[in-house]
């Protein structure tokens, strides 16, 4: 069965904004070598321990492994059970984007929005404004999806995307592509003939 572009970015985002979450509010008790690190690089950092916040301001990039997020502003918070929560946003103009790459596939997942959200509560992600969801293999981009609002739910690995007048699709419609599955194998060969210098 094939899954879903999206079901695999979504996961992805909702890791991203909880490691950002994670990384500011508790101790890395993994041995080293055990995970990648996960590091974000911003020009302010503000840290309430009051109220369990932090954020990030200024070219916010947070990196763990092949996965990168960008944003301008990223801010988590924990609740009082211990739920993260995350938001990262872009300035009027930009996008949040989120990559994330997969060598062994040839496979590039990348998803964009204004704002990304993560209720750790919940396990949902959601993408507002100028949505998109985007699945390339080898360069070439073969599934996507497009809309005003995406929502990925981790709980029942679903998803739903929304129109409306702040949509990444034209119409304010909700737009969605996907290739046949033997198109993408294809590609996937043709990329393993090139790195291997087969004709």
Known sequence: MKTSPFASIASIAACALLLAAQAAHAQNTTAPGDEPDTVILSDTLHYDDVNK???????????????????????????????????????????????????????????????????????DITLTGQATVIRQVCGKTFDTVRGARIIYHDKTGTYEAFGGKNSAAAGGRVRSLAQPQSRIDQAIAECKAKKSGRP
Do not use: C
Request: charged share 20%; hydrophobic share 35%; net charge negative.
């Open 53 to 123: 916040t932090s954020t990030f301001t200024g070219n916010v990039v947070l990196t763990r492994g092949a996965m990168t997020l960008r944003s301008d502003k990223l801010v988590t918070r924990e609740d009082a059970q211990g739920n993260q929560f995350g938001t990262a946003t872009a300035v009027p103009g930009g996008v949040v984007t989120i990559r994330q790459e997969n060598p062994e596939k040839f496979e590039t997942l990348i998803a964009t929005g204004q704002q990304a959200d993560y209720a750790g509560a919940a396990g």
